[in-house]
């Protein structure tokens, strides 16, 4: 915390106490984290998020849409040699969250070395390509 000076931690202060969200005064301080611990060490009780503000749920819905609307093409592009990154990235979804699908539909994670091996292999066959 000792990023802040003293008037930031003020200000931190009193925008939440009239009112403003800790994700909108977040959104100035560069970390929810640091203005939580502000707000928590200056013995203030956080507030719960109003119940249309919370994104646990929608996103959870939203998520299971995706992946069963999708779910033989993100297997595919898996499969195809996509990384988890760049299948989530496609798919709108984190690569954690990919990772997990897969090994849930019994779906072999490429270990590190077939990740970089399959990297190599294509950037090879791309420069082939080329010449």
């Keep these: 915390m000792s990023k802040l000076k003293d008037h930031e931690r003020a200000d931190i202060i009193r925008r939440y106490a009239a009112g403003e969200s800790l994700r909108g005064i977040s959104r100035d301080f560069g970390s929810q984290y640091l203005v939580r611990k502000v707000l928590v060490n200056a013995g203030i009780a956080i507030r719960p998020a109003p119940e249309g503000k919370r994104l646990g749920s929608w996103r959870r819905r939203e998520v299971a849409a995706i992946l069963e609307k999708h779910h033989d093409d993100i297997i595919e592009t898996y499969l195809g040699g996509s990384s988890l990154m760049k299948t989530g990235d496609r798919f709108g979804l984190n690569h954690a969250t990919v990772e997990r699908f897969l090994r849930d539909q019994g779906v072999p994670i490429r270990t590190f070395e077939q990740a970089h091996s399959l990297r190599v ?11």
């Design 121 to 131: 292999r294509s950037r090879v066959q791309k420069a082939d390509q080329g010449a």
